[in-house]
């Protein structure tokens, strides 16, 4: 089946489904669950403060699918985190948790992603976005992760950390995607940025792993900057196998 066809099936059985277990703590928290034809399925959702959590999980034909998403914002910091989990006649795990404080006039954003889906196969992903802003600092983290698997094992990780003080802004942007049919894909993406006094840095880490049957395909990448005293640091790397 090709990757379109999989990518339909996921929309379709994710659209669908009931409420699940929601727990919610000064925020917004959404979980959903469903299952059909001997499929098991499960999602939680957890928000903390200034934040938002969502959680979807949908099985189908004796498939498997887990979701667990949560959320954390503290003072001047914003947190969002969303894993969806899809499988069909599958194994899919997503897990997904956002991180944002920001404290003495900093402010902080943080968003994850996390998006496993299978028909006959494994899929597990995880992202992680943590931001600190303090001092009067900015952050933001950007983690999303995808991992779909067609008859193989596909995993993917995703982290972004940020932290900006005294003045200084750091933007930390993580992409990991890893796709198989009938093989085995693997994808790791850390980027990690640190801004102090007025300086401006830049990480952003783009992690690609594709494989086709009874092949193997890893990517493994990070970007790092780290800035101070009215410095820039710039750091972007994309990395790509296809097999």
Do not use: C, Q
């Not at 503290?74 to 006649?89: C, L, Q």
């Not at 693997?186 to 952003?204: E, H, K, L, P, Q």
């Amino acid at each position: 089946m090709k990757r379109h066809t999989l990518m339909t099936r996921i929309g379709t059985m994710a659209a669908v489904g009931g409420l699940g277990a929601t727990t919610v703590f000064g925020a917004s928290a959404t979980a959903i669950s469903t299952a059909s034809n001997g499929g098991s399925s499960s999602a939680s959702a957890v928000a903390t403060g200034n934040a938002d959590s969502t959680a979807i999980a949908a099985a189908t034909n004796g498939g498997r699918a887990v979701a667990d998403s949560v959320a954390t914002g503290n003072r001047r910091g914003y947190a969002s985190s969303d894993a969806i989990a899809v499988a069909d006649h599958g194994l899919a795990i997503s897990t997904s948790r956002a991180d944002a404080r920001g404290r003495r006039g900093g402010r902080a954003v943080a968003t994850s992603e996390s998006v496993a889906a299978a028909i006959g196969g494994v899929a597990i992903s995880n992202s992680e976005a943590d931001a600190r802003g303090r001092f009067g600092g900015t952050a933001r983290s950007n983690s999303y992760s995808t991992a779909l698997s067609n008859h193989g094992f596909a995993t993917s990780d995703s982290r972004a950390r940020s932290r900006g003080s005294f003045g200084g802004r750091a933007v930390s942007r993580s992409d990991s995607l890893s796709d198989t049919f009938g093989g085995v894909a693997t994808s790791r993406v850390i980027s990690d940025s640190d801004a102090g006094f007025r300086a401006d840095a830049f990480a952003d880490g783009v992690g690609l792993s594709v494989s086709g049957p009874r092949r193997r395909s890893h990517t493994d990448a990070r970007a790092s900057a780290s800035a101070t005293r009215l410095g820039r640091a710039d750091s972007r790397l994309a990395v790509i196998e296809v097999r």
